[in-house]
């Protein structure tokens, strides 16, 4: 186990909801990143915080926003939900100094989030 | 942007053979990572290379670096039907973290 969990593990929202995923991060580690993985596809990067800002963002729209919290957990907030949507969520956490750096990151198990 | 390249995208091995995945970046990488996730799983982290020409090896699985830091390839020998799963590897520059689509492997026992 990599000591990073989410929750809730599986959820099934309908099309236009809005949704909160959430992730802990391991001790001690101050920057999360939220991952998107379709199904058959490899994550894609949708954010980083490090120490509760965001700090790099990939190719998702500003319906995709996040937090992170002084105790470096971490949110994924999705509006407008679209059937698109519907994929594995990740979030992996690791320690680092400026949010960049070649420090391992350990993932959770994920959020299956399905939009009927 | 950055793109991270992998093949090939299936990989049917007779149990015992050899094989390799390849991964190619479309930019230099401070570090290049390889993640093994089981049908229904998560990524696991395998192993980070972080010097030009690196290589590493952790039992049957060996990993190489390109000297440019571009590229980056996995060669399991002896393959073993637990080998089985999808295996990505992750390119960091900067703060990003940019995955292949990943070389899915299956095993013939």
């Known amino acids: 186990e990599t000591g990073v969990t989410q929750s809730p593990t599986h959820l099934i929202k309908t099309r236009g909801q809005q949704v909160t995923l959430r992730c802990s991060s391991q001790s001690g580690h101050n920057t999360v990143s939220w991952y998107q993985q379709a199904l058959g596809q490899g994550p894609q990067f949708i954010f980083q915080y490090y120490r509760e800002e965001e700090n790099g963002r990939g190719n998702f729209p500003p319906r995709f926003s996040g937090l992170q919290f002084p105790n470096y957990s971490s949110e994924l907030n999705v509006n407008a939900l679209e059937l698109d949507d519907s994929a594995l969520y990740l979030c992996?956490?690791?320690?680092?100094?400026?949010?960049?750096?070649?420090?391992?990151?350990?993932f959770g198990q994920g959020t299956r989030l399905t939009v009927v | 942007g950055q793109q991270v390249m992998q093949i090939p995208q299936y990989q049917h091995v007779q149990e015992g053979e050899d094989f390799t995945t390849y991964c190619n970046s479309s930019t230099t990488l401070s570090n290049i990572q390889w993640y093994k996730q089981r049908p229904g799983g998560h990524p696991v982290f395998l192993i980070q290379l972080v010097k030009s020409g690196e290589v590493k090896k952790q039992k049957r699985l060996t990993f190489q670096f390109g000297e440019a830091k571009k590229n980056s390839s996995l060669h399991i020998t002896a393959t073993q039907t637990t080998d089985v799963g999808t295996y990505f590897c992750a390119g960091r520059k900067d703060y990003k973290l940019s995955f292949g689509a990943g070389t899915t492997v299956t095993v013939r026992a």
């Open positions: 992996a956490s690791r320690d680092t100094m400026t949010g960049t750096g070649n420090t391992e990151a350990f």
